[in-house]
């Protein structure tokens, strides 16, 4: 058997370890099985553009940042060469019997479609944000919070140095969990997420709050934060291949607003890519190897659209439409937990 791999959609740390995991429990495990990588993605799979994976290419990549295969965000049903009868008939061509997908939503809503056509598909769940309902945790999620969290430590001291209120856009399209965790462990002045709404004058006042206290506001903001006054997202960088906004931007958006409020200086920080680039932890390692090895499993059962997942401690299977199906928001008590820190 023939065993296809692809990384599609944004990088985020522990990929490496994802492919690692699956050659090599595949090789070591089963009987005549072998491993080939798609390039950069679904692009990889439109064009039949693959690598061999022998056990030698995968040694010590676990702990390097980053895809070994590339990624892109190409969209899989677009191009002369896209489509399932096309993917298929470039499969069967290269005599791949199957696909592991490792990506986030928009990867997996693709792998749901090719295997709802016929495509033998199970995927891996890939993001930084961890906003799948279907999994309690994802890899690269404690990386970025790390990342994130070190990143609000060292604005901290050039905002005391200055005695500024100083703002720190993370990551979090949806959801805020990147927000929430990092901002709980740098011990931020206000938190904004998504699933939260707060007006711009709660904001102001939050700052004051702490500039009273004798303290350098610090506030962190996930980029798919809306004030009340906001009917959407702050996006200016318009859409990507599969349709959605280019989100960024809300912390240069709310730093003047502060200011003006406030009197206080105001700087922001966006901290972007940052957050997906580097060595993954040693958690996001482990559990990346582990689910790289339960998508080797779940090639061998033929369990076709299925995800592997983390629930508790163990490693499951669970359907696309399942995994697809609701967004992991951060709960009401969680941020009145974090509340009452900032508040």
């Known amino acids: 058997m023939k065993i296809g791999i692809l990384t599609s959609g944004g990088d985020c740390p522990g990929l490496n370890a994802v492919i690692r995991g699956a050659v090599l429990k595949g090789i070591k495990e089963y009987e005549d099985i072998e491993f080939v990588g798609f390039r950069d993605g679904w692009r990889g799979v439109v064009d039949g553009d693959i690598m061999d994976l022998p056990r030698s290419r995968v040694r010590g990549i676990s702990k390097q940042g980053g895809t070994i295969l590339g990624t892109s965000r190409t969209n899989p049903f677009e191009g002369p060469n896209g489509g399932p009868e096309k993917i298929k008939a470039t499969l069967d061509r290269l005599g791949i019997d199957a696909v592991i997908a490792i990506g986030g939503e928009g990867t997996l809503a693709a792998a749901q479609r090719l295997t709802d056509a016929g495509l033998r598909i199970v995927g891996v769940p890939k993001t930084v944000d961890n906003d799948l309902d279907a999994t309690d945790y994802t890899f690269g999620f404690d990386t970025a919070v790390e990342i994130a969290t070190e990143a609000c430590d060292r604005l901290r001291t050039t905002g005391e140095s200055h005695h500024r209120c100083m703002v720190a856009e993370v990551m979090g399209r949806h959801v805020g969990w990147i927000a929430l965790h990092s901002g709980m462990a740098a011990g931020a002045h206000a938190i904004l997420i998504p699933e939260h709404p707060v007006s711009i004058e709660q904001i102001s006042q939050w700052v004051s709050d702490a500039r009273d206290r004798g303290r350098a506001p610090l506030v962190v903001v996930a980029e798919g934060f809306v004030t009340t006054d906001m009917e959407m997202p702050h996006s200016e960088r318009g859409l990507d291949s599969f349709g959605r906004p280019r989100l960024g931007g809300i912390g240069e ?26 060595v993954p932890t040693a958690y996001d390692r482990v559990l990346a190897t582990r689910l790289g090895m339960a998508a080797v499993d779940s090639v061998v059962d033929s369990l076709w659209g299925t995800m592997v997942s983390l629930h508790g401690t163990d490693i499951v299977h669970v359907g696309f439409e399942k995994a697809l199906g609701n967004l992991k928001t951060v709960p009401e008590h969680r941020y009145d937990e974090a509340a009452i820190l900032f508040g």
């Open 253 to 278: 958006l709310l730093a003047p607003e502060i200011e003006a409020r406030t009197g206080i200086e105001t700087r922001a920080t966006v901290l972007g890519h940052i957050q997906r680039g580097g």
